[in-house]
């Protein structure tokens, strides 16, 4: 029987949900029993029904820095969902909360210190977002990727950890994936990530060069959720998903190189996975500027090709194809002596801390 209760909470895209399911096995195997807060209807939903954890869905708000009609009811959404989490942690009295982020934790992770039950965070990325900006006060530790945050952040709070990998990427399987994709072995494969949402600017630029691509590569595109080109299903050596969880693994082991957006969680993966890959990350004008520096960190470490979007065309994209596949192995072996330890077990090892 679990001695110890925990809630995982994070939400909104699959990066602010794989980390936590990253620690599953580890915190089950500690003694742990798990709950999961969530929003109602998010990408978090889905994915945590994987797994045999009880799932809360409470009412969120996103807090944008644009105009949106949205703006002037989320407000209530977010003051609603404070008051579901209350309740939840009440009635479940866990012993500690972990926050992955996105716009949901926040009215846990404050219902969570109104209680006083201690909280840990994790960010992601060089900057923290505004959803864990709101939170760093209610926190007893944050954990980060990079040891840039740390300035960011208030002293003594700060443990830099690196991002849970989920331990099943590391068991993929090559000839499952290139059967899965419909793939031989004749042609190295390269796989396009735009995130969990998908990305248009990078769909479009992929599938504008693919006659090209597929004279030298088979290409294996997770486009994201309603992002597929019909015209294009059937295309010899071209496969295009949503998304995928259960046959991921093994996609990415057949995957000789990535091209892939800037998120902290997906870029770490790569590196851990040591395969080449181009960053092309979400311009300023579509976000706060947290995957450029994400993106510029692993540039300058030597382990991604950095392909800015606002530099992106045929001619450049086909390059940097050109520039990464000619020097992977460099690449390899930049992100093989990286040395990025085992962030599950320091961050399970932290969340025990907290809890004593």
Sequence with gaps: M???????????TAGHVTPNIALIPELEKRGFEIHYIGSKEG???????????PYYGISSGKLRRYFDVKNFTDPFRIINGYREA????????????????????????????????????????ISPGLANRLCIKSADVICTNFPETVEHLPEGKARVTGSPIR?????????????????DDTKPV?????????????NEAV???????LDRFQVVHLCGKEKLDESLVG??????????????????????????????????????????????PLSLEASRGDQILNAESFEKQGYSYLL??????????????????????KYIEAMTKGGHGDAVKTIADIIEEVCK
């Design 86 to 125: 209350k309740k939840i942690i009440k009635d479940l009295k866990p012993d500690i909360v972990f926050s992955k982020g996105g716009f949901v934790t926040v009215p846990v992770v404050k219902a969570a210190s109104s209680k006083g039950v201690p909280c840990v965070l994790h960010e992601s990325d």
């Design 190 to 202: 390269i796989m396009i990530i735009g995130g969990s949402l998908g990305s248009v600017k990078v």
């Design 43 to 53: 990408i978090e939903k889905e994915l945590i029904s994987n797994f045999d954890i």
């Design 308 to 329: 800015r979007e606002e530099d992106m065309t045929d001619e450049t994209l086909l390059e940097a194809i050109d520039v990464l596949w000619k020097d992977k192995e």
């Design 235 to 280: 295309t010899k050596g071209y496969i295009q998903f949503e998304y995928v969880q259960k046959e991921l693994k093994d996609i990415m082991c057949a995957a000789d190189m990535v091209i892939s957006r800037a998120g902290a969680n997906a870029i770490c993966e790569l590196v851990a996975l040591a395969k080449p890959n181009i960053l092309i």
């Design 207 to 213: 599938r504008s060069i693919l006659p090209k691509l």
């Design 2 to 12: 679990a001695d110890k209760k925990i809630i995982l909470t994070g939400g909104g």
């Design 167 to 183: 331990r099943e990427l590391f068991e993929g399987n090559k000839p499952k994936g290139l059967e899965f994709c419909g793939f």
